[in-house]
């Protein structure tokens, strides 16, 4: 696994340098390899699809407008995840507003039936979108993005210390949430 991450981290390196260089097709492999996640992670915090297109592109706009202030010795993903949680937090702020998480939550339920898994998706989307964006960010990256405490440290820029913190705060209020739910 470090391996794999080891090679990806200088793929990426590759594709900022050439990119620097002037070879803008290398924008498309790097593009290629984050818009999906970039997309998920700003859906999860926004739960609006066209909130998280718009936070997506903006994202991909501001990294090669700032690509020059990359710094390699750091993991690329980790800077574009920073910028996508910082952009979706700044959206949340503009719409000041939450509303209901639609259908493109994917939590797998085995063995329930449609509508029942359909129901505790829309549950579990209401309980995330109850907490706070500092909250949210944390589980989405932990739950839906599968990072380890040190990378969501990395991405949020805290100390490990808070990400457990803040993790266990929202799995409390999440837990909370869903049994006054019924869940």
Same mark, same amino acid.
């Given at each position: 696994?470090?391996?794999?991450? @080891?090679?990806?981290?200088?793929?990426?390196?590759?594709?900022?340098?050439?990119?620097?260089?002037?070879?803008?097709?290398?924008?498309?492999?790097l593009?290629?390899?984050?818009?999906?996640r970039? !997309?998920?992670?700003?859906?999860?915090?926004? *739960?609006?699809?066209?909130?998280?297109?718009? &936070?997506?592109?903006?994202?991909?706009? =501001?990294?090669?407008l700032?690509?020059?202030?990359?710094?390699?010795?750091?993991? !690329?993903?980790?800077?574009?995840?920073?910028?996508?949680?910082?952009?979706?937090?700044?959206?949340?702020?503009?719409? =000041?507003?939450? &509303?209901p998480?639609? *259908?493109?939550? *994917?939590?797998?339920?085995?063995?329930?039936?449609?509508?029942?898994?359909?129901?505790?998706?829309?549950r579990?989307?209401?309980?995330?979108?109850?907490?706070?964006?500092? *909250?949210?960010? &944390?589980?989405?990256?932990?739950? !839906?993005?599968?990072?380890?405490?040190?990378?969501?440290?990395? &991405?949020?820029?805290?100390?490990?210390?808070t990400? =457990?913190?803040r993790?266990?705060?929202?799995?409390?209020?999440?837990?909370?949430?869903?049994?006054?739910?019924? @869940?």
């Amino acid at each position: 696994m470090i391996e794999a991450h @080891a090679a990806a981290d200088e793929q990426d390196r590759a594709l900022v340098t050439r990119f620097l260089e002037g070879h803008r097709d290398a924008a498309n492999g790097l593009v290629d390899r984050y818009h999906q996640r970039v !997309f998920n992670v700003a859906l999860r915090m926004l *739960d609006n699809v066209q909130d998280a297109e718009d &936070v997506t592109q903006n994202v991909f706009l =501001k990294a090669f407008l700032k690509l020059r202030t990359y710094d390699p010795r750091y993991r !690329f993903f980790s800077w574009i995840y920073r910028m996508t949680v910082n952009e979706a937090l700044n959206s949340l702020k503009r719409r =000041k507003r939450t &509303v209901p998480l639609e *259908d493109e939550l *994917d939590v797998r339920a085995p063995g329930l039936a449609a509508d029942r898994a359909a129901e505790l998706q829309d549950r579990l989307g209401k309980a995330l979108m109850s907490l706070k964006p500092d *909250d949210r960010a &944390v589980v989405v990256l932990r739950h !839906f993005v599968s990072f380890s405490y040190r990378e969501i440290a990395e &991405v949020l820029e805290i100390p490990v210390k808070t990400v =457990k913190s803040r993790l266990f705060t929202a799995r409390e209020r999440l837990s909370l949430t869903l049994r006054g739910q019924g @869940a």
